[in-house]
């Protein structure tokens, strides 16, 4: 019998999509380019094509170091028994974004320049981005443009293993909705590493550690509470979604000063208490070596909701299945937050998803009007979605124009 859902009307243009990427020197390749209209992507292909690279180069466009977490100097294209890229890399796109009643085009993009000096070892340790052809001071204004959120495969184990993984995830998706969270977690950690160092030390002088725990009350407590409010905010989302093929999440944090602000206290008063608590603690954290107390301690916990169990006890599809939900969650809430989708990245996704599943997923993604860029090795797995999406056979490092 004829597949149905292959006379399916084609989804409309997101609302926020790439209508072009080009890569250039960038991992596997010397140079790829995609055209593209707006519709979900489908990029199937064997093992080592190229397919997570193409996934990893729209991550770029947005701040951070991208879907793998790399150094940028990893990113540049070796030809083979290369130890370095001497080459430098970029990642060039065409946004097309709908506003008012018109198309607004940009062109964003980032890379490396190869190395002025080529016996130079040392590759530059920032990237360049620039948008319409202006170098931009940092990477943060990426996001003035679009936000990337993705799911990968290293993802699967994000219930099993420790809470670092958990705490990398929660602030991303805080950073989906408050951009300058980033710069907050990374203003925190160094002021932690500076406690930490005058612990390891042994330096005494009682004014250092004041000034130092300040800060990290300070930028502690802002972090706490901004991961207090996007839980709040998504599980406020979760609530009111209606039951669908991936099981809802209940979401709490761990850590005392989430704790804390969730009780409604005031954010002063709780500042307050972490720095009496720090100096309170000092011999005890040179003893350990560190600091023992904070938000770089705090952990997001997740339970299967319908079946009231910890996710770490659940099946690997069933936690895949959660995770999905969590995104598509914040994918919907983001698109209302901020008036437009994001770009999402879904690595592997179909794979550990039964057929239901899947065919549950394309249509919620259909549904939410996102370019979901979607990747596998097997292009079977992608047929529910028939005109709905456009598909590309990647091999070789070329990626051709497919049909589903
Ligand atoms: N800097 C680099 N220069 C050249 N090749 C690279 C570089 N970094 C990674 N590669 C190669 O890129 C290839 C493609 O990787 P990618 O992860 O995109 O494959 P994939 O299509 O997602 O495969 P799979 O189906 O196994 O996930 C790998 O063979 C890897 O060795
Ligand atoms: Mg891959």
């Known amino acids: 019998m004829a597949d149905p859902v292959a006379i399916e009307e084609p989804a409309p243009a ?28 489908v990029l199937t292909g064997p093992n080592g094509a190229g397919k997570t690279n193409l996934l990893e180069a729209i991550s770029l466009l947005s701040p951070g170091r991208g879907l793998r977490g790399v150094p940028f100097s990893d990113l540049g294209y070796r030809a083979q028994g ?42 530059p340790r920032v990237r360049t981005v620039r948008i319409d052809g202006e170098t931009q001071s940092s990477a943060g204004v990426l996001t003035d443009y679009v936000r990337v959120l993705w799911l990968t495969p290293a993802q699967d184990r994000l219930f099993l293993d420790g809470a670092g993984g958990r705490r990398r995830f929660l602030d991303r998706l805080v950073m989906g909705f408050d951009p300058t969270h980033g710069t907050r977690v ?15 030390e042994d330096v005494r002088d009682v004014m250092w550690y004041a000034a130092v725990e300040e800060q990290i009350a300070e930028y502690g407590v802002a972090m706490a509470a901004a991961r207090v409010e996007t839980i709040a905010r998504l599980k406020g989302a979760i609530d009111a979604a209606a039951e669908s093929a991936f099981p809802k999440s209940l979401l709490a944090l761990s850590g005392d000063l989430e704790a804390a602000l969730g009780e409604g206290e005031a954010a002063t008063d709780v500042e307050d208490r972490y720095r009496a608590r720090l100096e309170e603690n000092r011999a005890r954290d040179r003893g350990a070596g560190r600091t023992l107390d904070g938000p770089h301690r705090s952990d997001l916990l997740v339970r299967h909701a319908p079946k009231d169990m910890e996710a770490k006890a659940c099946s690997t599809g069933e936690q895949k299945a959660l995770l999905l939900g969590l995104i598509l969650a914040n994918t919907r809430l983001l698109t209302l937050s901020i008036g437009a989708p994001p770009l999402l990245l879904l690595d592997e996704v179909a794979a550990h998803l039964d057929a239901e599943r899947r065919a549950a997923l394309f249509d919620e993604l259909c549904d939410m009007g996102v370019q979901a860029w979607m990747t596998g090795t097997d292009a079977s797995l992608f047929q529910a979605l028939g005109s709905r999406a456009q598909a590309f056979d990647v091999r070789d490092n070329r990626c051709d124009i497919s049909t589903l």
Do not use: C
């Open 82 to 123: 290369e130890q370095t890229s001497r080459l430098g890399w970029g990642v060039a796109a065409t946004l097309m974004r709908h506003q008012g009643e018109v198309w607004d085009e940009s062109v964003i993009g980032t890379g490396q320049n190869a190395p002025t000096d080529p016996e130079l070892d040392e590759p």
């Open 14 to 41: 997101s609302a926020v999509h790439l209508s072009r990427l080009v890569v250039t020197h960038f991992r596997s390749y010397e140079r790829a380019a995609l055209v593209l209209d707006g519709r979900p992507v």
């Open 186 to 200: 990374n203003a925190f950690e160094k002021v932690l590493r500076e406690r930490n160092r005058l612990l390891s």
